[in-house]
């Protein structure tokens, strides 16, 4: 079995970049929803994005977007895909905490505690995104060998 260096690279920032696309289109969109379209300022948007409502909504759609990347990774990827997703895993929570504690321009609007949470539960759903998808991948292969008997 051997790693194809350009799916392991492509496995891993497609999965990010998955997270990222709809981490932002979420929020963008829920934002732009009970703002009625339209926001004036930063200091508008991100009061309307730590509403209760919102906050709720982003326990939510981190990890979901957390395991849809984690198989995408996995699914790129195609070999060691746990290995794979796991380092994904890693550059997600390293950047979450990056830019909720570290770099902090906007983040302090945030809750400490959703924080916390988004942190704690968006790596691990990548995780069990890679794991469906490698059960998925083992269950075809399985078929295949089947059907050859």
Known sequence: MTVNPLRSIGGVLGGL??????????????????????????????????????????????????????????RVAMHYEMHHAAAAAAAQTVALIWGFFIRDDFASYTPIGVRVALIVLTGPAMMV????????AVHSTEEAEQEHK
Do not use: H, W
């Not at 998955?18 to 969109?29: A, D, G, K, L």
């Not at 995104?129 to 998925?136: C, Q, S």
């Open 17 to 74: 970049g998955v997270i990222s696309f709809i981490i932002q289109v979420m929020e963008f969109s829920l934002v732009m929803a009970m703002a009625g379209g339209r926001v004036a300022d930063m200091s508008q948007y991100l009061m309307i994005a730590n509403q209760t409502g919102i906050l709720a909504a982003k326990l939510v759609y981190y990890p979901v977007a957390g395991l849809l990347g984690g198989y995408v990774t996995a």
């Open 129 to 136: 995104g890679a794991a469906v998808r490698t059960r998925a």
